[in-house]
């Protein structure tokens, strides 16, 4: 069997770039979850608000972690895998990555430590400060990578010369024509991952009535930062929509699941297909009449372009396309419907006692993570066959590797990100199941051996003598 | 009042093997009791969703139902720009306006607890 190259470092990246993209996500709703809960600390003085604190700034600290591990390897994966795309294009993409280590991570580095370790040896209103530069960072970071990323989807402000790219404006090749769009639409995301994180973990506290108090808390909030977010998200998604629609044509008509140049009037909205992209036709379509002029063209009777409009070998994979983006406007219809009946139920004062809810925010809780990979698989997928659009395809980028390289380094990643997600999940389930009453207290843990031991040695006598000891 | 409350499949976690088997939770009518036997959480006197349950059909509450869901597809076709782009900012900044309001009406200590 032949095994080919491009196929594998394509296969390599989606799946490294698959398990990295959960912890960013993560850290960045978290982020900006742990500062706005630091804020109402800081004036209600609520201990609540510390304690939920405390709880997720764990979790967040984990995630944060095997993000930045997991995502330094996608930098030498441009090298391992698509060696000519960063020989090409390594003069516009190559600052945007480094400008992110310099303004992002340098800040975040600087002011994580107070914000994990310096609860109590800082003053609360450095620590907040902290905390606001820590989520700060996670943005930033985010729109350095999401302006490189658009600028693969709509390069800008570059010329060609001896076959490499040359910048000649940049400010162009970051706000590139996608960038602004995409970048609300990926913080817009992150936001509503941790809300739908946070909530659902409250949600099991209220079932298994655990920890009530704690959990009515992260409901509301995690309930609230989500209704605003996922009603921004919607408004957000279709500017984003109407912006690919018009720069990448050929990714939204194999979204939506029309092969004719011309769709009927008025046109469905696909649901379910079984494409066959070799006869160019969809074998099996469930679809619901009208309501694909009604979202798609905004009118009654608008027709939907397909991807006949695009010539075959520029046409992405359907399947991949479609699928992807489907999961993603599903999951935030399930979304808005949880944030709208959470509003109904707020006024019902039964948000907390409507047991069906509760078991939805539980199944919902991993909702933002699918949506956002989904979202990815979309964007990613539906540039192909190109690597920057109209400029470099996918299989001229790749290294001069054989293909049995690149399938040991793709097991190697496989085994070691297994190893990272399997560890995360049992931390931060065993987090969890412990709660917040047993949140870690970094404070007192770190920086120094005694305390730490102090503190083992505390513990173990209240649990022996209960009522001494502390 | 953490030390008041048993955990076990006799006296307080009916169903439920351990306080920490998350999945039974979401399976079973999982309900947390005093020793004497009172029900804490999902008490109807506290939470009011069994008189809820219980409470006979009314024509008014389906009504209620009805215009509530034709709300939020109005909103969530306005969100998506069906009826213009004007027509979505006011109903994003409608939605946001409605969700603080009720956040903010029905703060949570004060009407749950």
Redesign the interface.
């Known amino acids: 069997m032949k095994l080919d190259p491009e196929v594998l470092a394509r296969v390599q990246f989606a799946f490294t770039v698959t398990f990295h993209i959960i912890f960013p996500t993560m850290s960045i709703g978290l982020a900006a979850f742990l500062m706005v809960i630091e804020g109402l600390w800081l004036k209600t003085k609520d201990p609540v608000y510390l304690e939920i604190y405390r709880f997720w700034m764990g979790i967040f600290a984990m995630g944060f972690g095997v993000g930045v591990v997991t995502g330094i390897v996608l930098s030498f994966e441009f090298g391992l895998g698509f060696a000519k795309f960063a020989q090409i294009a390594g003069p516009a993409i190559g600052p945007s990555i480094g400008l992110e280590v310099l303004t992002a991570f340098f800040l975040e580095a600087g002011f994580l430590g107070i914000m994990l370790f310096g609860l109590k040896r800082v003053g609360p209103k450095l620590h907040f400060f902290a905390t606001c530069m820590v989520a700060l960072g996670t943005q930033i970071s985010a729109s350095w990578i999401l302006s490189a990323n658009s600028w693969m989807q709509t390069p800008d402000g570059i010329t060609f010369e001896n076959g490499r790219v040359v910048v000649t404006n940049w400010l162009r090749v970051i706000h590139n024509p996608s960038w602004l769009v995409r970048l609300p639409h990926m913080l817009l995301a992150a936001f509503i991952t941790g809300s739908f994180f946070v909530a659902g973990v409250g949600a099991?506290y209220?079932?298994?009535?655990?920890h009530?108090?704690f959990g009515?808390?992260t409901v509301?909030l995690g309930l609230?930062f989500a209704?605003?977010a996922v009603?921004?998200q919607?408004?957000v998604?279709?500017?984003l929509y109407?912006r690919m629609l018009h720069y990448q044509p050929s990714k939204m008509q194999a979204a939506e699941g029309f092969w004719e140049e011309n769709s009927a009037s008025p046109a469905p909205y696909n649901w379910i297909i079984i494409p066959d992209q070799t006869n160019q036709r969809n074998r099996f379509t469930l679809a619901t009449p009208v309501l694909g002029s009604?979202?798609l063209t905004?009118s009654l009777r608008g027709r939907v372009a397909g991807l006949k409009n695009t010539p075959r070998d520029l046409q992405p994979t359907m399947g991949m396309v479609f699928y992807g983006f489907h999961t993603m406007f599903i999951v935030a219809?399930l979304m808005?419907?949880i944030?709208?009946v959470s509003?109904?139920l707020?006024?019902?004062?039964?948000?907390?006692?409507?047991?069906w809810f509760l078991?939805a925010l539980?199944i919902m809780t991993p909702s933002g993570f699918i949506a956002t990979i989904a979202g990815w698989y979309t964007a990613e997928t539906g540039r192909q066959p190109w690597v920057i659009w109209g400029i470099l395809r996918t299989a001229d980028a790749i290294s001069p590797v054989p293909g049995g390289a690149m399938l040991s380094t793709l097991i190697a990643f496989v085994v070691i990100y297994a190893l990272f997600i399997t560890a995360f999940l049992i931390f931060a389930f065993r987090m969890i199941?412990r709660g917040p009453e047993d949140a870690p207290d970094h404070a007192e843990a770190s920086g120094s051996l005694v305390n730490a031991l102090r503190k083992q040695v505390m513990d173990h006598v209240a649990a022996v003598h209960p009522g001494e000891g502390r | 009042m953490a030390e008041e409350m048993h955990w076990g499949t006799g006296q307080g976690?009916n169903g439920?093997l351990t306080?920490?088997n998350?999945f039974v939770?979401?399976r079973t009518?999982?309900?947390?009791t005093r020793p004497s036997g009172q029900m804490?959480?999902?008490a109807p006197d506290l939470?009011?969703?069994a008189q809820?349950s219980a409470a006979p059909f009314s024509a008014r509450r389906a009504i209620g139902v009805v215009l509530?869901t034709l709300l939020?597809f109005v909103?969530?076709?306005a969100?998506?720009?069906?009826?213009?782009l004007s027509a979505?900012?006011i109903a994003?900044l409608l939605?946001?306006s409605?969700?603080?309001v009720?956040?903010y009406a029905?703060s949570?200590?004060r009407?749950?607890?």
Do not use: Y
């Open positions: 099991w209220l079932l298994c009535g655990k009530e108090i009515r808390r509301s609230g209704t605003v009603a921004c919607l408004f998604g279709d500017l109407g009604l979202w905004h219809i808005f419907f944030v709208a509003l109904w707020r006024v019902q004062k039964r948000l907390f006692s409507t047991r078991r539980v199941r | 976690w439920c306080p920490d998350c939770a979401l009518d999982c309900r947390f804490l959480f999902g939470l009011g969703e809820m509530t939020g909103f969530f076709n969100l998506l720009g069906v009826f213009g979505a900012i994003l939605f946001i409605l969700a603080v009720i956040f029905r949570l200590d009407t749950q607890s």
